[in-house]
Nanobody
Framework: QVQLVESGGGLVQAGGLLRLSCAAS????????MGWFRQAPGKEREFVAA????????FSADSVKGRFTISRDNAKNTVYLQMNSLKPEDTAVYYC?????????????????WGQGTQVTVSS
């Protein structure tokens, strides 16, 4: 069992930046690939970025490439999402998730554990 707790969301102006953190419980964190997803009101949950168990491989959605960076610190059981050059369309609840599939996967169905989400609002 893995429990995930996101933090770092908030209100920011367009062009600003935020760093989301996701703290994981358990000693097996390093066995899981990790991902970030987001869901805006009235829309389906969509993939943002993922990172392999070792951190050696990452994968990002086209909509955030060059602006968002995913990273992890296995010693701290934490995964991060650095978000730069934020746009109003980035407004959503952001969720982190853990996958037993060790590769950086963009598929919701590959993820076994989810956090409760953190709100990110970007004003124009």
């Amino acid at each position: 069992q893995v429990q995930l707790v996101e933090s770092g969301g908030g209100l920011v102006q367009a062009g600003g930046l935020l760093r989301l953190s996701c703290a994981a419980s358990g000693r097996t964190f390093r066995r899981y690939a990790m991902g970030w997803f987001r869901q805006a009101p009235g829309k389906e949950r969509e993939f943002v970025a993922a990172i392999s168990w070792s951190g050696g491989s990452t994968f990002s959605a086209d909509s955030v490439k060059g602006r968002f960076t995913i990273s992890r610190d296995n010693a701290k059981n934490t995964v991060y999402l650095q978000m730069n050059s934020l746009k109003p369309e980035d407004t959503a609840v952001y969720y982190c998730a853990a996958s037993r599939v060790a590769i950086a996967t963009p598929h919701v169905y590959d993820y076994d554990y989810w956090g409760q989400g953190t709100q990110v609002t970007v004003s124009s």
